[in-house]
Nanobody, 130 residues
Framework: QVQLVESGGGSVQAGGSLRLSCVAS????????MGWFRQAPGKEREGVGV????????FYADSVAGRFTISRDYTKNAIYLEMNNLNPEDSGMYYC???????????????????????WGQGTQVTVSS
């Protein structure tokens, strides 16, 4: 089973930047689609962005498009989320998620829908103050 470990969360003032990392390990960790999700207290988990294996496609939620950038390092089985121009609405627990390359998105769901994903990390907290 694939295991995911996030890191890089922390506290930052509005307008600042953070870079999150997620490293996958275990059998099949080098053949996965990966994505980032976040959840604020009292709210449902929402997709931030996803990246298909080998860059077949990358998708971003409207709320972060233009500010967040996903990149991957296949030599490390890692995915990164560079977050710029952060605002308090970006605060929440950020999760890394993955699914096997052959498991496509469920018909009718957006690529960043969390229901498309099989494996989840424990999360890393991001707090943006005004």
């Amino acid at each position: 089973q694939v295991q995911l470990v996030e890191s890089g969360g922390g506290s930052v003032q509005a307008g600042g930047s953070l870079r999150l990392s997620c490293v996958a390990s275990g059998e099949g960790a080098n053949r996965i689609h990966m994505g980032w999700f976040r959840q604020a207290p009292g709210k449902e988990r929402e997709g931030v962005g996803v990246n298909y294996l080998l860059g077949a496609n990358t998708f971003y939620a409207d709320s972060v498009a233009g500010r967040f950038t996903i990149s991957r390092d296949y030599t490390k089985n890692a995915i990164y989320l560079e977050m710029n121009n952060l605002n308090p609405e970006d605060s929440g627990m950020y999760y890394c998620a993955a699914r096997p390359w052959y498991a496509q998105a469920i018909e009718g769901l957006a690529p960043w829908d969390s229901r498309n994903y099989h494996y989840w990390g424990q999360g890393t907290q991001v707090t943006v103050s005004s």
